[in-house]
């Protein structure tokens, strides 16, 4: 526990607030970074907090097009071409988070230059106090983790919460889902939750497994039946929860999620204990679980069938805040002898326009891109 005292003390200082007062108060130089878009309304978040005492030094775009585009109040703007010859760079290069934003800070590391999220400070401060609050469970989950880079994956997710510097997310070296031994196997009977187009049950299927995947978006579970059928596996277009029910969704891609706000779309849910019953499926070995925050309760409605079976799991952590301590703890509850691991992905370029893929390469940044996002809980 010695290191998660020592990351308390270090959060503290490392609150969002404290870093933004700091910044005021010491007049330390910054920079702002526009992005891949240039647009003004950023620009002008930054020319207000100048306003305010900010010692903002320079705007930062990618190329000249970009500068042309923008106002800057007299504030120099220079391109990331001319950033790298600055003499004297700032000591901090702020941004408003988007896609392009966050994923470039990698950019300014290597002239060792911080890089901040600008956020709403009293959005930051509540959540802050809201980790805070659940100290308690956040160190319980901590210690169910034995191997050291679990632990430090932890704590760097902690790190960057409350602080909104990227800089601190450690990413895990093997593809998402295959940290072994919490893989899927030979012979497993395989649950994909969240199959979206079917490729991870692809993947699954080649190791040997047995797999029923379900997606609650219909469009993505047209285009999962369709591998289904080609490679013979079981698709589902249904929803995991804890109990059968029918409910709206926002249909986005990867990233449909369930809504009690209502929608234009509606999908049928299911729990895996029913699922299980009502299909003769003999045993689960292996659960893996993507379904944008809905993860605590498809686990509750797979309780029989965890207690029964002790499936080995990844399910990702990452959609709602409290996930870093509820998943792991719900778990535990019903095993006690599960053990644990965690680790965080960073994604690849695919999922970006071609400008951003050739800003990169032209960059010499690394083909694999820092997000918030693919934090998996490992269970054996």
């Known amino acids: 526990m010695k290191e998660f005292i020592k990351t308390l003390s270090e959060m503290n200082n490392l609150r969002y607030s404290k870093t933004m007062q700091e910044l005021f108060m010491k007049k330390i130089p910054c920079g702002f970074f526009v992005g891949l878009d240039s647009e003004q309304f950023k620009v002008n978040n930054a020319l207000v907090l100048k306003q305010n005492g900010l010692n903002l030094q320079h705007v930062i775009v990618l190329d000249d097009p970009n500068r042309a585009a923008i106002k800057c109040d007299g504030v120099p703007v220079i391109t990331l071409k001319e950033f790298e010859s600055l003499p004297e760079k700032p000591q901090w290069v702020l941004y408003i988070n988007t896609n392009s934003e966050a994923t470039l800070c990698e950019f300014f590391y290597r002239f060792n230059v911080k890089a901040l999220q600008l956020g709403d400070s009293l959005g930051m401060e509540r959540y802050c106090d809201f980790i805070y609050q659940h100290l308690g469970e956040i160190a319980e989950v901590y210690q169910l983790f034995k191997d050291e880079e679990s632990r430090l994956t932890y704590l760097g997710m902690l790190k960057r919460r409350v602080s909104n510097q990227i800089c601190y997310y450690r990413f895990a070296v093997e593809p998402q889902y295959w940290l072994a031994p919490f893989t899927v196997a030979e012979g497993d009977i395989a649950i994909d939750g969240g199959a979206y187009d079917g490729n991870t049950a692809i993947d699954f299927l080649k190791q040997g497994a047995t797999v029923y995947s379900f997606e609650m978006d219909h469009k993505n579970y047209q285009k999962c039946l369709q591998l289904a059928e080609k490679y013979h596996f079981t698709a589902e277009n249904l929803g995991l929860s804890s109990r059968e029910s029918t409910a709206s969704y926002v249909s986005q891609g990867s990233g449909s999620y369930m809504t009690s706000m209502g929608g234009g779309e509606v999908a049928k849910f299911i729990d895996l204990d029913t699922y299980v019953s009502r299909?003769?499926?003999?045993?689960?070995?292996?659960?893996?679980?993507?379904?944008?925050?809905?993860?605590?309760?498809?686990?509750?409605?797979?309780?029989?069938?965890?207690?029964?079976?002790?499936?080995?799991?990844?399910?990702?952590?990452?959609?709602?805040?409290?996930?870093?301590?509820?998943?792991?703890?719900?778990?535990?509850?019903?095993?006690?002898?599960?053990?644990?691991?965690?680790?965080?992905?960073?994604?690849?370029?695919?999922?970006?326009?071609?400008?951003?893929?050739?800003?990169?390469?032209?960059?010499?940044?690394?083909?694999?891109?820092?997000?918030?996002?693919?934090?998996?809980?490992?269970?054996?």
């Open 279 to 380: 299909h003769d499926v003999p045993r689960i070995d292996y659960i893996k679980l993507d379904i944008e925050g809905a993860e605590l309760d498809c686990l509750k409605g797979a309780a029989k069938s965890i207690i029964r079976w002790k499936p080995k799991m990844a399910v990702c952590a990452y959609h709602k805040p409290e996930d870093i301590w509820t998943l792991a703890r719900y778990i535990k509850s019903l095993r006690s002898d599960y053990e644990f691991a965690f680790r965080h992905y960073s994604i690849g370029c695919g999922l970006f326009s071609e400008t951003f893929i050739n800003l990169r390469n032209r960059f010499n940044m690394n083909p694999r891109v820092p997000s918030d996002w693919e934090m998996v809980l490992y269970c054996k």
